[in-house]
């Protein structure tokens, strides 16, 4: 009759192995070495870094940004087309496009309300609502910012108006992760707006980020 302690032996390292390999397998699945991501130092009026940018991107790849212009140069009711962009690029469509402008008006939290849209609370001096479901942030802040010399007997625009939108496909997080990373990125952007346009009025704006509820879209 056969030894029932070395046939035990046997299954136990039967299991060992299996298992060994079975955890083998998943650390393959998950972990890929050959996986990287590289990500733009600078982005966006270097407003922006890769911590901001990490969000919206995939596991495999290379992003790139580009820009249009500075924000030295404030648009004016003159140049009502006129605006200034910035757009971060992967796998060959854009995760990230900044634009921005001025415009007459701020933004209504009643007619926002009306279409269904989400306010934020982006400080004292800076109104924001994030536009469902096409995922689109826009914050909108007052600035009274100098005209040039050229241009200084010709109406100005009183706000500033920042617009925030991607692909949420792309990234390796959730929808709502990315919708938060708008938000973040949107008062870093206003922060460099009031600083390099400059607005000679005090603007004041959030500590932080609002929470941006998450979406109610599948």
Not at 95 to 118: H, M, Y
Not at 176 to 188: E, F, G
């Amino acid at each position: 009759m056969p030894s029932t302690g070395r046939g035990t032996r046997r299954r136990l390292w039967a299991g060992i192995v299996a298992t060994v390999l079975v955890a083998a397998g998943v650390t393959t699945f998950w972990w890929k070495p050959w996986q990287s991501v590289v990500l733009p130092q600078s982005a966006c009026w270097s407003a922006l870094g890769p911590d901001d940018l990490r969000p919206l991107v995939g596991t495999n790849g290379t992003a790139v940004a580009y820009s249009g212009g500075g924000l030295e140069t404030p648009m004016t009711a003159a140049d009502p087309d006129m605006k200034d962009w910035c757009t971060v690029r992967w796998a060959g469509g854009p995760v990230l496009d900044v634009n921005v402008n001025t415009t007459p008006n701020g933004i209504s939290k009643a007619e926002d309300q009306a279409r269904g849209w989400r306010t934020l609370d982006f400080g004292p001096d800076a109104q924001g609502r994030f536009e469902d479901p096409n995922d689109i942030l826009v914050v909108v802040l007052r600035c009274d910012y100098p005209l040039p010399a050229d241009k200084a007997d010709e109406p100005a625009d009183p706000y500033v108006l920042i617009n925030i939108d991607g692909d949420p496909k792309e990234s390796q997080y959730s929808r709502t992760r990315v919708r938060q990373a708008y938000a973040d990125i949107a008062l870093k952007i206003a922060r460099t707006a009031v600083t390099q346009y400059p607005c000679t009025n005090s603007v004041h704006l959030a500590d932080k980020a609002p929470t941006v509820p998450p979406t109610t879209e599948s």
